[in-house]
């Protein structure tokens, strides 16, 4: 078993902070459970690349449009610790893990990833 501690990018993340959860009534909110700990509203997800998660929101919600229809919106990370972090976060935790910027000197990118 391999034991990280410290915190690492684990996967790139879109929140999508006026989209809610279908229902608590089947899976009630446990802090940090459901949602990325530091995340309070909206919904977290995730995926191999940004435009993944983009795609997966579309095909869950069945709206058509990220940019006009999903409302405010954040690129950002997941990490190990369950949390989401944006692409300033999510480089320095990033090149402290011994990472290296590929596309920006202070963002990461999901490109950056593997």
């Not at 993340?13 to 006026?18: H, L, V």
């Not at 579309?58 to 405010?72: D, L, M, Y």
């Not at 610790?81 to 935790?93: H, L, M, Q, S």
């Amino acid at each position: 078993m391999i034991v990280i501690t410290e915190e690492a990018i684990i996967c790139a993340a879109i929140w999508y902070k006026e989209l809610d959860k279908m229902s608590d009534k089947w899976i009630p909110e446990t802090e940090g459970f459901i949602r990325p700990k530091n995340i309070d509203r909206g919904i977290v997800i995730c995926g191999f690349r940004h435009p993944s998660c983009m795609y997966t929101m579309i095909a869950i919600t069945g709206k058509r449009s990220v940019i006009t229809e999903c409302g405010e919106y954040e690129q950002g990370f997941l990490t190990n610790k369950n949390r989401f972090v944006d692409r300033k976060e999510g480089a320095e935790i990033f090149k402290k893990c011994g990472g290296e910027l590929h596309y920006s000197t202070v963002d990461l990118f999901s490109e950056d990833l593997y």
